[in-house]
């Protein structure tokens, strides 16, 4: 369930269920649910109706499988190393990045804005579905952006089924979110946005990422969303409850965080 973490002030709006929160706008995609910010969902997202990367098909990476050794993938579609076919990223910078990407861009979807990059990902669009983000920190960083974004709009059961990791968590999110209205797609664009994030954990198998979010005026928040490698690509890992969002507070500036901006 789209349920924003475990530091929920006194107030009792965390008891409600979260279509009946203020923070709440009908978004799995990214629920800034700040109780000391007033309740600004700072929603960044893209278009969802391109077939195409951000910068046409994505070329090969050096030293990319060869059609003999894509037939030893792990099924039909699938190249050698686990990959959706096609699918080839630079995965060499295991790093936790201290800027942002330097072909980084914001992509429309709705009323919001994601962060997208050509080199790290998303390099396929279907639909609402962003996919074949690189197998880095910044790739987990960008799949975190995308995929939860999306879960607010029309084609989230597309996205939760693609792109979040099966389990009990996955239930009780399709549980809750169908309790919800999409957000629509159009209309007056959504106050603040992604201002920047911060890599709190990462190996190849999963990451812990924090969001820091724009709020109204000078206001910040942050909340963070767990990622896990699985079939070729990052998905989102809720909790068993279906919590995304965990430890939203209220931050004084972006001290800690890498800048989208800068």
């Known amino acids: 369930m789209l349920r924003s973490g475990r530091s929920r002030g006194g107030s009792g709006e965390w008891e409600q269920p979260f279509w009946q929160q203020r923070g709440w706008i009908a978004s799995a995609g990214f629920l800034l649910v700040l109780l000391?910010?007033?309740?600004v969902v700072l929603v960044r997202g893209g278009d969802g109706d391109e077939s195409t990367g951000a910068s046409g098909d994505p070329s090969p990476k050096p030293g990319a499988t060869?059609?003999?050794d894509k037939d030893k993938g792990k099924g039909k579609g699938r190249e050698a190393d686990g990959r959706p076919a096609g699918c080839h990223t630079d995965d060499s910078d295991q790093d936790k990045p201290t800027k942002a990407p330097k072909d980084f861009r914001w992509k429309a979807d709705g009323t919001g804005l994601v962060p997208v990059s050509k080199t790290a990902g998303p390099l396929k669009y279907d639909?609402?579905?962003?996919?074949?983000?690189a197998h880095t920190p910044m790739g987990?960083?960008?799949?975190?952006?995308?995929?939860?974004?999306?879960l607010s709009y029309p084609g989230w059961r597309e996205v939760v089924d693609r792109q979040?990791?099966?389990?009990?968590g996955r239930d009780a999110l399709i549980s809750d979110r169908s309790k919800a209205e999409d957000k629509p797609t159009s209309g007056k664009p959504d106050v603040g946005g992604y201002a920047g994030f911060s890599v709190l954990?990462?190996?190849?198998?999963?990451?812990?990422?924090?969001f820091l979010l724009r709020g109204p005026g000078s206001s910040y928040?942050?909340?963070?969303?767990?990622m896990r490698w699985q079939d070729g690509d990052w998905k989102l890992a809720p909790d068993t409850d279906g919590t995304i969002y965990a430890g939203m507070s209220k931050v004084t500036g972006t001290q800690g965080f890498v800048s989208w901006e800068a």
Not at 164 to 168: E, K, M, N, R, S
Not at 221 to 226: K, N, R
């Open 36 to 39: 000391v910010i007033a309740a």
């Open 201 to 210: 954990a990462y190996n190849k198998k999963e990451a812990t990422l924090m």
């Open 127 to 133: 639909g609402p579905v962003w996919s074949c983000f």
């Open 140 to 150: 987990a960083v960008l799949a975190a952006h995308a995929i939860t974004d999306h």
């Open 66 to 68: 060869s059609g003999k």
């Open 221 to 226: 928040g942050s909340t963070s969303v767990s």
């Open 164 to 168: 979040v990791v099966p389990g009990a």
